[in-house]
């Protein structure tokens, strides 16, 4: 079955650069929430998208943007790249409409690393 | 606020039985997870409870008590392949539906 995909797999930017991840959600998915996760940390909750629209916001820094296009995928603008910055972004899908809402389901995550 | 305790670490003998606890403090609750995650991969579901009792999946079961806000996943007939972290996390659709999580206990399994 198909899974959450999330692109790149690991990514490389020095300080005050900037990055952009992607996520395709699962099939079908109209949800797409966005994770941080430090080294040793538990998943911090950054931001949600339903039907294209911004559903919740969590600890995300001004310097951080996000939009779900059309077709459903999202993507995680970062500008302004800190040290602290580095960490796996995880980004999960769900069918937001449905009485299994809560099924979120996590992509394999992206490594960003910030020089 | 929001507040979900587990313990940081736990270790375990392989073949043995293994209780992770997580007690939870949210301001809303629509149901518990429990999540396994080995290191830099992506947490896998396990569990979701969110009416009292037990619910049981072959090796792994997972209780809840919303009165107590508590909750305890059950590990049966551990293998070395169940060393992992494992995530507890409370989810509120009044929040748009987000995971908030607990720190993770880390499980050792030893031979």
């Known amino acids: 079955a198909a899974g959450v995909i999330q692109s790149p797999r690991h990514l490389i930017k020095e300080k005050r650069e900037t990055a952009t991840l992607k996520c395709y959600p699962i099939?079908?998915?109209?949800?797409v929430y966005w994770y941080q996760q430090g080294p040793g940390q538990d998943p911090q909750f950054l931001i949600s998208?339903?039907?294209?629209?911004?559903?919740d916001k969590g600890s995300i820094p001004d310097r951080f943007s996000a939009q779900q296009f059309s077709d459903y995928h999202s993507e995680l603008n970062m500008s302004s790249l800190e040290l602290g910055d580095s960490a796996l972004y995880f980004c999960?899908?769900?069918?937001?409409?449905?009485?299994?809402?809560?099924?979120?389901?996590f992509g394999p995550g992206t490594r960003l690393t910030v020089t | 606020g929001q507040n979900i305790d587990q313990p940081t670490e736990m270790t375990a003998t392989e073949g043995a039985i293994v209780q992770i606890n997580c007690t939870y403090q949210?301001?809303?609750?629509?149901?518990l997870f429990w999540y396994q995650q080995h290191a830099g991969e992506a947490p896998t579901f396990l569990s979701y409870?969110?009416?009292?009792g037990l619910e049981e999946k072959g090796r792994f079961s997972s209780f809840l008590s919303r009165s107590k806000g508590y909750s305890y996943l059950l590990l049966k007939e551990l293998q070395m392949k169940d060393s992992a972290s494992y995530l507890c996390?409370?989810?509120?659709?009044?929040?748009?539906?987000?995971?908030?999580f607990g720190q993770g206990t880390e499980l050792s399994v030893k031979p």
């Open positions: 998208f339903y039907e294209k629209m911004q559903s």
């Open positions: 099939p079908r998915h109209d949800t």
């Open positions: 409870n969110v009416l009292d």
């Open positions: 999960a899908s769900s069918l937001g409409s449905s009485g299994r809402a809560h099924e979120q389901y």
């Open positions: 996390a409370v989810i509120n659709y009044n929040q748009g539906g987000k995971l908030i």
């Open positions: 949210t301001s809303g609750f629509n149901g």
